[in-house]
Nanobody, 126 residues
Framework: QVQLQESGGGLVQAGTSLKLSCKGYGRTFGTLYVGWFRQTPGKERQFVAYITVVGPHTYYADSIKGRFTISRDHNTDTVYLQMDSLKPEDTANYYC???????????????????WGQGTQVTVSS
């Protein structure tokens, strides 16, 4: 079993930056792919980015490409999402997710991911 805990959310102004953290607990966490998703009330959970183990390689949703950067630190079992040039439409509850490599295809589908954190709220004011 793997536990995930997000942190770093908050209220920020449009055009500024915020860095989210996803701390993984469990001996297998370092072997898992990790993704970020976001969700607003009444809407489906939306893919943001994910990162592999080896490489690592990164993948991004078109809507945030060029503004967000995902990274991981295996020494601390932490995955980060650096968010720059934030827009009001980025407002959402942000979740991290994890799964073994064989479960992840494009990484864009919620069903591909096995473990989820509790979410951290990001609010961007206009």
């Amino acid at each position: 079993q793997v536990q995930l805990q997000e942190s770093g959310g908050g209220l920020v102004q449009a055009g500024t930056s915020l860095k989210l953290s996803c701390k993984g607990y469990g001996r297998t966490f370092g072997t898992l792919y990790v993704g970020w998703f976001r969700q607003t009330p009444g809407k489906e959970r939306q893919f943001v980015a994910y990162i592999t183990v080896v490489g690592p390689h990164t993948y991004y949703a078109d809507s945030i490409k060029g503004r967000f950067t995902i990274s991981r630190d295996h020494n601390t079992d932490t995955v980060y999402l650096q968010m720059d040039s934030l827009k009001p439409e980025d407002t959402a509850n942000y979740y991290c997710a994890a799964a073994p490599n064989w479960r992840v295809g494009t990484g864009e589908s919620v069903g591909e991911w096995d473990y989820w954190g509790q979410g951290t709220q990001v609010t961007v004011s206009s």
